[in-house]
């Protein structure tokens, strides 16, 4: 249901919808969208665009890349934008929801029980299953509880800084913009991570915070374990050397969520299509 248009300049009108939490624009130059949940906006046609940008920018938020296709305005994080008309998806449509997590992680002489790590970045690609290109991604930084302070190698080796983490919101908020991107596109969708870790994760922090894990993370596809039945590879190997036998490279920065996250995609596109 839409609320009151907001009085102004007709050639820059937006409005906002309850579900997710969008404003459209009419000036669009980024291909991004932020989503937000925002369970009640009591707007009238009297308030100006600077009260709502004021209520806006209270509210939670990830940034996400659109549909194809969509070209929207892209605010800063922890204000709204949205997409213009968004068009339906064919519901047969397919996709493999490719996800990479990064954790809070301590050097060897400051480690922690492994029970006690948290994720600190979902980084999700969804691929098409027909082209196997890449149509969407999302990327989420989490507030750590347990460990507020990132340690040093942490820091290092992510990339990640405190002061991300410290402007972040909590797991369960994250986990429901995280859906809310994922509903965009109706199809049947297949989770699949680079080795058993994430999944794993995915359901200790889900406990952790009492949250149900979400439908779609249910049912995991190890692609990890595709490479390694396809290159007869007997050791454990990584993401990177994998990307090097496989002769690709790597985008982007090693141990952030959303980048390999891309490139654990490039690899599911080679394993799929490259010959036996």
């Avoid at 300049?9 to 579900?19: E, G, I, L, S, Y």
């Avoid at 997409?83 to 922690?112: N, R």
């Avoid at 996250?261 to 690899?267: D, W």
Wanted: proline fraction near 5%; charged fraction near 30%.
């Amino acid at each position: 249901m839409l609320l009151p248009r907001i009085k102004g300049n007709r050639a820059a009108k937006k409005r906002v919808v309850r579900h997710g939490g969008k404003i459209l624009s009419p000036a669009a130059k980024e291909e991004k969208v932020v989503f937000v949940k925002i369970e009640e906006f009591p707007i009238s046609p009297e308030e100006d665009e600077k009260q709502l940008a004021d209520l806006v920018s209270k509210t939670e938020a990830a940034i996400v890349t659109p549909p194809t296709s969509e070209k929207v305005i892209c605010l800063e994080t922890k204000q709204v934008v949205v997409e213009p008309e968004v068009q339906k998806v064919e519901s047969e449509k397919g996709y493999y929801l490719v996800i990479d997590l990064e954790a809070t992680c301590f050097d060897k002489w400051e480690e922690k029980p492994r029970e006690e790590l948290e994720i600190i970045e979902i980084g999700a690609a969804l691929v098409d299953d027909k082209t196997l290109e890449v149509v969407s991604t999302f990327d989420g930084i989490i507030q750590p509880k347990l460990y507020p302070s990132l340690s040093a190698y942490c820091r290092q080796l992510t990339g990640i800084t405190q002061e991300m983490v410290d402007n972040a919101s909590s797991f369960s908020v994250v986990l429901e913009n995280f859906m809310v991107w994922q509903s965009m596109f109706p199809g049947t969708k297949k989770f699949c991570s680079w080795g058993e870790y994430d999944k794993n994760q995915l359901k200790t922090d889900c406990h952790r915070a009492g949250v149900e894990l979400p439908d779609v993370l249910t049912e995991h596809f190890n692609i990890k374990k595709l490479y390694t039945e396809k290159y007869n590879n007997k050791g454990l190997i990584g993401l990177g050397k994998a990307m090097k036998k496989m002769k690709l490279e790597f985008v982007g920065s090693p141990h952030r969520g959303i980048d390999d996250a891309i490139n654990i995609a490039a690899v599911l596109k080679k394993l799929l299509t490259e010959p036996s």
